[in-house]
């Protein structure tokens, strides 16, 4: 059974580092061949595709956000994190940590951890 | 504003059958499968539907969906009070290289 949990700071200085971690139980995410992935939910805009990282840590991200993002694996083998620098008030979201098993056909976003509020305010 | 149209609010009472829907375009619903997922208050979205029509595992065979051309649709029969909650579609967008994801329909069941 997989099993997603999200974990990190709630509050973020404009400016600063938000930096998430994402527990997996269940498996290492070097074995199989599934896309570790990061997906936030603004108040108002709604679900917004942040990036993800293939077993063998290859990464792609939301053109949108890339020059910000960086989704990479932990050295446990059972975690994965993302990095966004330079946030502002726009990056205010609900963050979640997902897997799938396709780039863009597979069968979809099949699990999901129960998110994180995140807030970035002075 | 979304590139996948979803009209904000659904309703129905129970027993009922509703429709939703998803319109996008060729670059994205037109070439690209079609996901559906539920969102019940203050939980992560859930997986319902996956590559235009088939059930993600455990999901009751109430839920069905289908795609044609551009748009695409999310259809529950036999509607039930546990229903009530948000419906995203999504789908890969060729153009842009990125998902997306549509704003939400917002079924309530009276």
């Known amino acids: 059974q997989v099993q997603l949990q999200e974990s990190g700071p709630r509050l973020v200085r404009p400016s600063q580092t938000l930096s998430l971690t994402c527990t997996v139980s269940g498996g290492p995410i070097t074995s199989g061949t599934y896309y570790w992935t990061w997906i936030r939910q603004h108040p108002v805009k709604g679900l917004e595709w942040i990036g993800y990282m293939y077993s063998d840590g290859d990464t792609y991200y939301n053109p949108s956000l890339k020059s910000r993002s960086v989704i990479s694996p932990d050295s446990s083998e059972r975690k994965f994190s993302l990095t966004l620098t330079s946030v502002t008030a726009a990056d205010t979201a609900v963050y979640y940590c997902?897997?799938?098993?396709?780039?863009?056909?597979?069968?979809?976003?099949?699990?999901w951890g129960p998110g994180i509020p995140v807030t970035v305010s002075s | 504003q979304s590139l996948l149209t979803q009209p904000p609010s659904a309703s129905g009472t129970p027993g009922q059958t509703v429709t939703m829907s998803c319109s996008g375009s060729t670059s994205n619903i037109g070439e690209n499968f079609v996901y559906w997922y539920q969102q019940l208050p203050g939980a992560a979205p859930k997986l319902l539907i996956y590559?235009?029509?088939y059930r993600h595992s455990e999901v009751p065979d109430r839920f069905s969906a289908s795609k044609s051309g551009t748009s695409a649709s999310l259809t529950i029969n036999g509607l039930r009070f546990e229903d009530e909650a948000d419906y995203f579609c999504?789908?890969?967008?060729?153009?842009?290289?990125?998902?997306?994801f549509g704003g939400g329909t917002r079924l309530t069941v009276l």
């Open positions: 997902a897997r799938s098993n396709g780039a863009t056909s597979g069968r979809g976003f099949q699990y």
């Open positions: 999504a789908t890969w967008d060729d153009g842009l290289r990125n998902w997306l």
């Open positions: 590559r235009n029509y």
